[in-house]
């Protein structure tokens, strides 16, 4: 572990003073469907009540910053935006209210947002939380309805997933941010903002998989290949990966993957091949007499 890398951080980060200030910054800035982002300087203002400022230190791309870029849904469109929702940072300051982060702390920001108090976050079910879930249509702050960015001018620029890190600093609902150890390496916790976690949260909670279990995981992109970690964590004996690109062999064997099929080299639909074909235990009761 090299303390000394992430202590530079930190260090770098103590000597700047920017508590309730307005902090001008770089952010990569959509103008409007398709146009290329433009780096350039914006306002950030501190954060409200139960809100939380952070100084991002690593974004990733996902598919969901693409299509949004995009504007492949009409009605999800708002621009200026700053898009981007995986990433790992530093709380630069905290709103009125916000007692479990505090200045320093090392973060993951979270789209789905948990408020911990609503009927869904209540229930062990679901996660969908009322107030804070994923709603790609919201551009706004929950707090009052108005973005905490803006251009030079003092035009707002909006929000984007509760997130909004392809910005130098972003402010979110604290409901949306998740504090990490501080040991755990920064540049590379970007990625359980979003892929790895949907991927062993499938593996994990939604198929519940138990130790033993075949696993088949179909398309071994990021998500794909965090399905695969989940299932070996979960005692998965069998793990399947399908995928068109044989390159992925190798870089699933290292999260699991302990059999390879690329539909490519099938005479068959990868639907008949045995491997994938459901074991199923037929059980006989006999109810007459
Ligand atoms: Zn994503
Ligand atoms: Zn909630």
Redesign the pocket.
């Known amino acids: 572990m090299d303390v000394g890398y992430h202590k530079s951080f930190e260090s770098s980060f103590e000597s700047a003073d920017t508590t309730g200030k307005v902090i001008t910054c770089k952010a990569a800035v959509a103008w409007g469907p398709g146009q290329p982002l433009v780096m350039e300087d914006v306002q950030v203002a501190p954060p409200q009540q139960m809100e939380v400022r952070v100084k991002i230190l690593f974004t990733s791309i996902c598919h969901t910053d693409l299509s949004a870029w995009k504007g492949e849904n009409e009605a999800q469109r708002a621009y200026p935006r700053i898009l981007g929702h995986e990433a790992s940072g530093i709380v630069e300051s905290v709103g009125e209210g916000v007692e479990d982060m505090k200045k320093g702390d090392h973060v993951i920001p979270i789209f789905q947002g948990?408020?911990?108090?609503?009927i869904?976050?209540r229930n062990e079910k679901t996660n969908l939380?009322?107030?804070?879930g994923v709603n790609p249509l919201k551009s706004v702050m929950v707090n009052d309805g108005k973005t905490r960015f803006s251009t030079k001018d003092g035009n707002p620029i909006f929000h984007f997933l509760n997130t909004s890190t392809f910005s130098e600093y972003t402010v979110l609902d604290s409901a949306c941010v998740v504090k990490i150890d501080f040991e755990a390496p920064l540049e590379t916790m970007s990625l359980l903002s979003c892929g790895v976690s949907t991927g062993v949260g499938a593996a994990w909670n939604v198929a519940n998989l138990q130790p033993g279990s075949t696993v088949a995981i179909f398309g071994l992109g990021a998500v794909g290949l965090a399905v695969a970690e989940g299932a070996r964590a979960r005692g998965a004996s069998k793990i399947i990966g399908v995928d068109i690109n044989p390159n992925k062999f190798a870089k699933g064997k290292a999260v699991g993957i302990t059999e390879f099929i690329n539909p490519k080299d099938l005479g068959v639909p990868v639907h008949e091949v045995s491997e994938l074909q459901p074991k199923i235990e037929l059980r006989t009761s006999c109810t007459q007499n």
């Open positions: 948990q408020c911990g108090n609503c869904c976050c939380c009322q107030r804070f």
